[in-house]
């Protein structure tokens, strides 16, 4: 670990109107902007950007600065989720949570509970469910569900979002039936027989999500206080957020004008919004506290690899008459690509399966030939199973992988029985991306999976679970130290976002966003970085978090 002091007397772009805060006795970590790491004991900010970090030398250089004394705490930047979902987020915080239940039974008895609670409902929704932790292993039914609750619809997104489960009165409503046939992109899970069983994956719960009360202003502002409550008390000070509507892309400008804004937001429009092109043509959006900018677009390759929709150039090992889904059709890539790097949008393209990641490469370089583009920091996002062929591609073309490492540890007592060991050599490959210099910009992909990102580094640096299994790591080859996990939490993902240069550190000019943690992530044990806890969040010199 090289170390680093600096001292910073001004920022001559920068003029103060305002006595400095000068942050002493803490344990301070940062990267400057080459990566390298800096232990300092001091920090002063003021007017929300870092005036200097260094040592008790600051207190002679700003003697009218307020002192707070940091109670030898450990300081670190704000951490950056670099794929997220806030109103999923939120909403999951708001309606019935199924993560870690053991069974379809106790799913749909609790779910039945919440309706009781809530008769105020017209729908009821959840989120959470993964079938792969039941006994059986199976998909649940819309039997399981209507047994407990028949006279409202019901709607369950899997914890990857990449399915639903859903009850009679659901169906119906939608009119899915025995006739009904599979849309583009989706799988309508069925019996023997050929009738739905109350499964719905990837692009068929389109079917069924037309249906859905809409959200208003108010939901909307629900979910956002909830996301960002949540976001703020395990220390993200900024979060990029994959994939929003239009309806969702003005709410966010409205907050940021009232500077209500709950933390920094990064938001991806979603390629699938009708209104895409208008979008697109109004140009980029920026305020100038930092606090929203919106110059990318999510799109969709495929699916998950627990539901088994992401798509892969061989069957499933344990599906052989299955090789996913494609959520964008082979002929929309091009004009998809072109509009909107034509437009000088950054394109961040969901790709989970070795099919999608190649095609969304082979699209990338024939753009870039075409109509230019490669300097706008695309990014796959996922990048979960890739031909090691192709990860080199990845770097040639400048594409970045945004990763989520919690997802190798959930994943783990499932993938090899989807793609077999052979395909696994590039699967969750963090290491080898970075070994051969691609940046990695990491997140959770939360609700998906927990948003604490301390559950992340812990996964990035162990590729163990939290309760230390496997014993020596899951493909422990691909395992990063923690300096390389905290870099793509915090500068890499900022650059993922083309802001390097004021989030994403504590350097001199950057935005005072750190939190105050209760242990040294540096000096524990690999094993316990998860059990660090959130003191305070600060974000542009402001606290927005205590314990």
């Known amino acids: 670990m090289r170390i680093w002091l600096i001292v910073a007397i001004s920022i001559l772009s920068f003029v103060a109107s305002a006595a400095p805060t000068h942050i002493t006795n803490v344990r301070g970590y940062t990267l400057d902007n080459d990566g390298q790491l800096i232990v300092f004991s001091n920090l002063v900010f003021d007017g929300g950007k870092v005036l200097a970090i260094g040592n008790q030398e600051l207190i002679t250089s700003y003697p009218t600065a307020t002192l707070i004394d940091g109670n030898n705490r450990v300081l670190l930047p704000g951490l950056i989720d670099a794929h997220g979902h806030i109103m999923g987020l939120g909403e999951t915080l708001l309606e019935v949570d199924l993560r870690d239940i053991g069974s379809a039974a106790l799913a749909a008895q609790k779910v039945r509970d919440y309706a009781n609670q809530n008769s105020e409902l017209a729908w009821i929704t959840g989120r959470g469910w993964n079938q792969v932790l039941w006994p059986d292993k199976a998909f649940p039914t819309a039997k399981q569900l209507d047994e407990y609750i028949s006279d409202r619809p019901v709607m369950l997104s899997r914890v990857d979002g990449h399915a639903s489960w859903v009850n009679s009165k659901a169906l119906a409503l939608a009119g899915i039936t025995k006739e009904t046939l599979d849309p583009p992109g989706g799988k309508i899970v069925r019996d023997k027989s050929g009738n739905p069983t109350g499964v719905l994956i990837d692009n068929a719960d389109l079917l069924l999500t037309a249906h859905l009360p809409k959200s208003s202003t108010e939901s909307l502002k629900s979910k956002l206080n909830a996301a960002g409550k949540h976001l703020l008390s395990v220390g993200i000070t900024s979060a990029h957020d994959a994939g929003i509507g239009e309806s969702v892309y003005e709410y966010y400008q409205q907050r940021v004008a009232e500077h209500t804004l709950p933390v920094r937001i990064y938001p991806m429009i979603a390629a699938t919004a009708p209104n895409l092109s208008a979008m697109l043509e109004k140009g980029f959006v920026q305020d100038q506290y930092d606090y929203l900018s919106i110059r990318s677009v999510k799109a969709y390759g495929d699916g998950a690899l627990g539901s088994r929709g992401a798509a892969l150039l061989a069957p499933y090992s344990d599906a052989p008459e299955n090789s996913g889904l494609l959520l964008t059709r082979k002929s929309e890539f091009k004009p998809l690509f072109d509009l909107v790097l034509g437009h000088g949008f950054q394109l961040n393209f969901h790709a989970i ?27 796959v996002e996922h990048a979960q199973v890739v031909a090691v062929e192709d990860i080199p591609r990845f770097l040639s073309l400048k594409i970045i992988p945004s990763m989520q490492p919690t997802h190798a540890t959930s994943d783990k007592n499932m993938a090899e029985d989807r793609i077999g060991a052979e395909r696994l050599k590039g699967a969750y490959a963090w290491h080898s991306f970075l070994k051969q210099g691609s940046p990695l910009a990491f997140g959770s992909d939360f609700p998906v999976e927990l948003a604490n990102p301390f559950y992340g580094l812990h996964a990035a640096v162990t590729r163990q679970d939290r309760d230390n299994q496997p014993v020596d790591g899951w493909i422990p080859e691909e395992a990063l130290s923690v300096q390389q996990a905290f870099r793509a939490f915090t500068l890499d993902a900022a650059y993922a976002a083309h802001q390097e240069k004021i989030l994403g550190g504590l350097t001199p000019g950057k935005w005072a966003d750190f939190i105050l943690v209760d242990q040294d992530i540096f000096k ?24």
């Open 353 to 379: 399966g070795d099919r999608a990641n190649r095609m969304v490469l082979d699209q990338f370089e024939d753009s870039f030939k075409r109509i230019g583009g490669q300097e706008l920091r695309n990014r």
């Open 524 to 547: 524990v044990e690999s094993k316990d970085i998860w059990r660090t806890q959130v003191l305070q969040t600060w974000i542009g010199g402001e606290q927005r978090f205590k314990k």
